[in-house]
């Protein structure tokens, strides 16, 4: 950015160099947001009343949200040690990377996959090292292997992956994983678990378990499936020490009691939460199946979102999602991403989908192959 005016004091340079963050487009009174993977239902039954009944304002949280991570412990049947809790999964991204890379050290990642894994990077004063996606939008996890060198200290590997939506296989991730050093983490961000429905995925849970691997932390969030982003509460399951070490950097006191109240009421209503990925689940294949009808080239699509390849086309084609009142995700060059949303927002997608589809050139990535 050239006309910004110059920062008055010394920063370091990597970080002065970083684009300033844009959030999301907030959506007008009428337009649908879909740009930023966000339950369109509201609160879980039980969760509203547990944040009203939530501790007095004036006292400080349980640092540890002991509650929380000893109810997670039990339900995926480890100890509370192997459970951590932070104010997000981002932020527990970020104490991962500052345990274990600084200067010098290289961090992995699929590109293009989640916005925040280079920035992460940088800030820990860390390089980061894209490894760029097949054709398919899906992680080249040999390529990601080969790209391990005596530097590496931290890998990334996002199932389903954010924003293109295909998963990694189980079979694929015990390949990566075998050929992975012992002593470089692995990170597997699942972020959407929940709204998976290809038996092939991946599992953390059982990479965790049966396979027991030392150097995999897994990661997911209450932000997604359970709708409660705007309480920032995610979790992190994995060897007590790296999560320690995670503990170490973070900030103290970050999850409140209200977003841990909120946790757990949400995990009180099971059924309810099942029957809302189904919904949403069943709406992203019906968007997905559609969108190919229509003669987009669309990835597979597992979380709560779908991937248009819009090439050079992308600006364009999101300012005519936003002309209609829908808010999309642009990644310039690259593609858009839309988030599974109010169902009355689907037939609108389409309906513009299937409007710019037709004037994108001949051979353009983002068309189908029928
Ligand atoms: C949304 C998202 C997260 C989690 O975000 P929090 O709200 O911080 O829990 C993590 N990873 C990916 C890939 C995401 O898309």
Known sequence: MTDAPEIPVRVRPEIAALPPYKQGKQAGADAFKLSSNENPFDPLPGVLEAVQAATSLNRYPDAT???LRARLAERFGVDDGSVHIAAGSVSILAQLVL?????GDEVIFAWRSFEAYPWLAVVAGATPVQVPLTDDARHDLPAMAAAVTDRTRAIIVCSPNNPTGPIVTQAEFDA??????????IILDEAYAEFVTDPESVDGLRVLGADGRANVVVLRTFSKAFGL???RIGYAIGHPRILDAARSTSIPLSVTAHAEEAALASLDAEDALLERVRTIADRRDRLAAALRGSGWRVPAAQGNF???PGGRETLDLAEAFDAA?????????DGLRISV???DSVEKVLRIAAS?????PEGHSGRGLA
Do not use: C, H, M, Y
């Open 99 to 103: 345990a274990t890379s600084g200067p």
């Open 229 to 231: 982003a705007g309480l």
């Open 341 to 343: 949303g109010e169902e």
């Open 65 to 67: 949200a002991g509650r």
């Open 176 to 185: 990566f994983a075998d050929a992975v050093p012992a002593n470089v983490l």
């Open 356 to 360: 710019v589809v037709k004037d994108l």
């Open 306 to 308: 779908v991937w248009l």
């Open 325 to 333: 009142g829908l808010i999309v995700r642009p990644f310039a060059g």
